[in-house]
C-alpha cells in the first residue's frame, strides 16, 4: 500500500508509517497486539489483539469491521480466496468472510498461536499447543492431524504441490505430505518456534 508499514504494538496501538519513517496514523484496540497485520489486495489491513478481536482496517486507519473471537489472537491473519482465517487462544481456527462474517470455525485441541498456512485449493494449514499440525479443507471440514513430539507455535509453509513444512517444540523440522504423512523429519538442537520459508524451487 504505497510502501507504507504498519505493525502493531503491546501499547494496544496499530501503528502505520510512511514509507519515510513518518507516522500516518495509529488506531487504539482493546489489548495489546502480538499478531503481525496482513495486507489484502484491496488494501484493507487485518490484525488480531489480545482484546480477542480482528479488526479489519481501511489504508487511512478507519474500521471496517472487527469480528470477536473466545481468546486473545496472537496468530497472524492470513487472506485468502474472499476469506480471512486466524487461530485463537479459545482453541479454535476461524476462517471469515471479507465482511467480517463466520464462513466457519472448528475447534481444536489448544491454543493456536500459530498462524494458517493456505494451500493451493484453499486447504488450510495450522499448528496448536497439543502437539498438533491440522490440515483442513476448504469448506473447515478436518482432513488430518500430525502429531509431533511437543508443541506447535511455528507457522507452516506449504508448497505449490501441499507438501507442509512445519517446526516442532521437540526440536525437530517435520516434512509433512498432502496426506499427512511423514516424509521427513530433522532433529535440531533446541525447540523450534520459528516458521520455514520455502524459496521459489
Known sequence: ????????????KIYAFASNGALEWTFVTGGGVSSS???????TIYVGSDDGKVYAL?????????????????SSPVPAGGLVYIGSADNNIYALTSTGALAWS????????????????????????????????????????????????SSPA???????????????VYVINSNGSLQWT????????SSPAIDAE
Do not use: C, H, M
Open 158 to 172: 506449504v508448497d505449490a504441490s501441499g507438501v507442509v513444512y512445519i517446526g516442532s517444540e521437540d526440536g525437530k
Open 106 to 153: 472448528y475447534r481444536q485441541g489448544d491454543d493456536e498461536s500459530s498462524s494458517p498456512a493456505i494451500g493451493a485449493s484453499g486447504e488450510v494449514y495450522i499448528g496448536a499447543l497439543d502437539n498438533k499440525l491440522y490440515a483442513y479443507t476448504s469448506v473447515g471440514a478436518l482432513a488430518w492431524t500430525y502429531v509431533t513430539g511437543g508443541d506447535v507455535s
Open 1 to 12: 500500500v504505497d510502501g507504507r508499514v504498519f505493525v502493531g504494538s503491546n501499547d494496544d
Open 37 to 43: 497485520p496482513a495486507i489484502e489486495a484491496s488494501a
Open 186 to 193: 530433522y532433529i535440531t538442537g533446541g525447540a523450534l518456534k
Open 58 to 74: 481501511d489504508g487511512d486507519g478507519g474500521l471496517e469491521w472487527s469480528y470477536l473471537t473466545g481468546g486473545a489472537l496472537d
